[in-house]
Structures are given as C-alpha cells and as structure tokens.
C-alpha cells in the first residue's frame, strides 16, 4: 500500500528540516525525503566546521552545530526524516502528487515542498597537470575536521567567502596559514574580511598556484606566478593545500520529473508564498527563483513556514490559519 502524506518536503538540508519542523508544529503528517546517507545537504558536505554567521540567533555556530540542533528540533514531534530516500519523480494524478522514490517506491501526497538546493555538485578543480596524484595526498577539496591541520603549514586557495572563513578558523590551529588568490580584493563578507585582515594569515594575491610538486619529505611544493604571467614568481612549501574555488551544480534532477514547472538560469521559478506553475507544489531555499532572491540560509528558513502554511490552505482552505507558536502548549 503507498503512504500517504498531507506534506512531503523534499530534501534534509538545514532549510527543508526547518521546514519539516515547522509543519509537524502544525500537527499535519509530513516526512522529509533525503537522497544522501546523512541529512545537513552542501551544510554537512562542504562547510561542517566552518562558522555561521548570517542565522537570526545562530551567529558563529558551526555547520555541524546547526544540523545538530536542527536534528534535535525536529525530534520534539517525531518527525520523520527518510535518508537514502532519492525522489526519481514527481507528477500530479488527480488531486495527489504521487512521489517515485529510488525508481521503486510510491508515495502519496497532498502537496509537495521541494527543499533540494542546486542539485548534485562537484568542486571546481585545482587546474595543474598532475591534480589526480596530489588528491588525498595534501591536496583536498573538503575540510571535513580542522582539528587535522593543528600544528600543520596549510594554503588556502579562493577568495570567497568559503575561502576566507576557512582561512580564519585554520590559523587558530595551524602552524602557519597562507591564503592565495588571484585577484587584490577578497569577495568575502566585509566583518570576514576584517578578521582576515587583522589576522596572522599570511595573504599572497594576486596570484596563481602555476604546478605543484610532491617532495621528498612529503609535503607539497607550490609554484606561485602572478594571476597574468605564466612565469614562476615564487615558490613555497606547505603540509597541506586546500582549494576553495567554489562549486559547479551538474544539473538539477528535478529538470526530469514529468511535473509541469517553469526553470529560469537561478533555479525553479515561484510566486507568493513560493508556489510553482503547478498548485500545491513548492519551492523554498536555493532551489526557488525570483527576483531579488538571496540563496542564504536565513532566507530560506523563512520561505519554509510560508510554503507550509499555503501548502495547508491548499489541500484544506477550512484549516484556519497559524497562530502564534508562544500560545501553543508544546512542553
């Protein structure tokens, strides 16, 4: 027999638990579906111990604490959150949304918010011949525990934000931290930067990582030019190298899904209270698109109870609206 939901919220990212939350708050029966092993999405892949500082209430948790205070939260009410749970499809047949999980499974739904971010993503490489020898052996794209680098010469290669707050958190730990970007200017926010600047981070800009070696005793020998020349200006030495260029989505599953939704460059596009094309579909956090759009955590934490309540007034316009949480006995 298929399962039926009121609310299936699609991805476990800090933003889709909120939202899963939120609706269990509302008493509806809701489950959130994760493709991965491990809830937390890009917070738990990319950014564990990196510091939060844009979440209402929440400023410099790590990653890790935030999911883990996430996780807690949504266990007040049982909520369930299916991992390895990977929607294959999605359409409407009569007033349900029938969700195809693992190519195999049917669930059943009154409406359908998806929290599932840009889609599967991949690091933008470090462009050196030899990138495939240096991968787990000093060079990295993850950094997954900064208590591995304490004591240890580390570079940083960016100039974003990911950049720049690995940057601070590593020299506390590191024996000496070297941050390379090929442009003056970092495209941090403006209070990272300040810390950066105020820091013992040895900052070398603009310039280029050219080739880099493996050496004798292990480490990893840097070949630095100047971001426009293809000239060695300088070489140095480091423990470990960790490129923070950003990250490139490989396409949104969602795209293949026989649903009927509209797709501009930014993501799927959505209109009050962040409902699609489609009625009773949803799409909150960096998955939704429209104007002015912020892909910030905070952001999304406030599309979550918006979709869930239009998600209520849709399958049961009788359903009065939320009241306030603080008048509500929850203990």
Do not use: C
């Given at each position: 027999m298929n399962k039926t939901y009121d609310i299936l919220i699609v991805g476990a990212g800090p933003v889709g638990l909120f939202a899963g939350y939120y609706a269990s708050l509302r008493n509806v029966k809701v489950a959130v579906l994760e493709a991965l092993p491990e809830i937390g999405g890009q917070v738990t892949t990319l950014y564990p111990?990196?510091?939060?500082?844009?979440?209402?209430?929440?400023?410099?948790?790590?990653?890790?604490?935030?999911?883990?205070?996430?996780?807690?939260?949504?266990?007040?009410?049982?909520?369930?959150?299916?991992?390895?749970?990977?929607?294959?499809?999605?359409?409407?047949?009569?007033?349900?949304?029938?969700?195809?999980?693992?190519?195999?499974?049917?669930?059943?739904?009154?409406?359908?918010?998806?929290?599932?971010?840009?889609?599967?993503?991949?690091?933008?490489?470090?462009?050196?011949?030899?990138?495939?020898?240096?991968?787990?052996?000093?060079?990295?794209?993850?950094a997954p525990d900064l208590n591995a680098y304490d004591g240890r010469e580390v570079a940083v290669l960016g100039g974003g934000d990911s950049a720049v707050d690995l940057a601070n958190e590593i020299e506390k730990r590191a024996k000496k931290t070297t941050l390379i970007h090929r442009r003056d200017s970092f495209r941090a926010l403006e209070q990272s930067v300040k810390e950066l600047e105020n820091s013992a981070v040895e900052k070398k800009t603009p310039y280029k990582v050219l080739s880099a070696v493996k050496t004798a005793n292990g480490r990893l020998k840097l070949n630095l030019s100047l971001t426009k020349?293809?000239?060695?200006?300088?070489?140095?030495e480091v423990d470990d190298l960790l490129v923070q260029y950003g990250f490139k989505t490989n396409g949104q599953a969602e795209r293949d899904w026989k649903i009927d939704v509209d797709w501009d460059k930014a993501g799927l596009a959505v209109k009050n209270q962040m409902e699609t094309k489609e009625p009773g579909l949803f799409a909150i956090g960096d998955l939704s698109s429209y104007e002015g759009h912020a892909d910030l955590i905070a952001t999304g934490f406030g599309q979550g109870p918006a979709a869930v309540n239009a998600a209520i007034a849709f399958y049961d316009p009788k359903q009065a609206g939320p009241g306030h949480s603080s008048s509500l006995n929850i203990e």
């Open positions: 111990d990196k510091k939060i500082w844009d979440v209402p209430a929440m400023a410099g948790m790590t990653g890790r604490e935030l999911i883990q205070r996430l996780e807690e939260q949504s266990k007040r009410f049982d909520l369930p959150v299916l991992t390895n749970h990977k929607v294959t499809n999605l359409e409407k047949v009569g007033d349900e949304f029938v969700v195809e999980v693992n190519g195999d499974e049917t669930m059943l739904a009154k409406a359908v918010i998806l929290a599932s971010g840009k889609g599967a993503f991949s690091p933008r490489r470090l462009q050196v011949e030899n990138e495939e020898e240096l991968l787990g052996h000093g060079l990295a794209y993850f020349e293809k000239e060695v200006a300088e070489s140095i």
